[in-house]
């Protein structure tokens, strides 16, 4: 087989090998974002609830002082119903003073403390809905994923055996050409020749459109053996049918 049509066989192949990988690809990608979408909205509710256990912390650490606190004032009150003078009666007086305004500071804290928990639950929920909502849409993108791996799994492995064979048409240093521009082209390492104006012999690549000279595209015509490069893109030529067949005419 002639070495340009076993490049353009391999060619044929690979690009239908791209197409079910890209469709594999595409869905691997679209449950990638889905996956962070749902990690972020996780992450998200998970920081709520722990700013709820230290807002839930604080609470009880007042409320225990609010205790000790009552205990000091019935105290402070049992001392002054048995205060021997009015100078120790002012000095308990005063600190029953003092124990108040502490109450109720702890108790506006709590109140605070509550309101910032109940605004926290809120947006807990808020959180809890996007995060069943979007596990919901990870988990059909996953299953969609599977769905297409199956799909192509029996296809796939047929064109890689006749990827293997077509390649094994191709020379050893032609074929490491045709795989070092594939990598660099991204997958497309091949391309056509295009007729701009066969009578004045005017051709063009057909990937970047940079003007070809004719007798590398004669070349291309006389001997399917021979491998051209753009000089441009670096993109090995070939000859489509309609174009060798104005080649031949001009």
């Known amino acids: 087989m002639p070495v340009m049509d076993a490049l353009r066989k391999l060619e044929l192949v690979e690009s239908q090998l791209r197409g079910l990988r890209k469709r594999v690809v595409s869905a691997e990608r679209y449950l990638a974002a889905r996956d962070k979408q749902l990690e972020e909205a996780t992450a998200r509710h998970d920081e709520l609830q722990a700013r709820r256990r230290q ?36 000095a308990v007086n005063t600190e029953l003073a003092a124990a108040k305004a502490d109450k109720e500071r702890c108790e506006e804290q709590i109140l605070q403390q509550m309101q910032e928990i109940e605004t926290i639950d809120a947006q807990a929920a808020e959180i809890h809905a996007q995060v069943k909502e979007r596990t919901t849409v990870r988990d059909a993108a996953s299953a969609d994923l599977e769905e297409r791996r199956d ?15 077509a390649a094994e048409d191709v020379p050893d240093d032609v ?30 690549c057909g990937e970047c459109n940079m003007q070809l000279p004719f007798d590398r595209v004669a070349l291309l015509g006389g ?3 021979i491998v051209q490069q753009c000089d441009s893109c670096h993109r090995i030529l070939y000859l489509q049918e309609e174009t060798r067949g104005a080649l031949v005419g001009g």
């Open 223 to 225: 001997n399917p053996d």
């Open 175 to 204: 074929l490491g050409l045709y795989d070092r521009m594939t990598h660099e082209t991204h997958g497309e390492p091949m391309a056509a020749v295009e007729v701009i104006n066969a009578r004045s012999r005017d051709y063009a």
């Open 55 to 90: 807002r839930q912390a604080t609470v009880a650490n007042l409320e225990s002082e609010v205790q000790s606190i009552d205990a000091r004032m019935e105290k402070y009150r049992s001392d002054m119903n048995s205060a021997s003078t009015q100078k120790q009666y002012q």
């Open 151 to 165: 799909e192509i799994a029996v296809r796939l492995a047929e064109l890689e055996k006749e990827r293997d064979a």
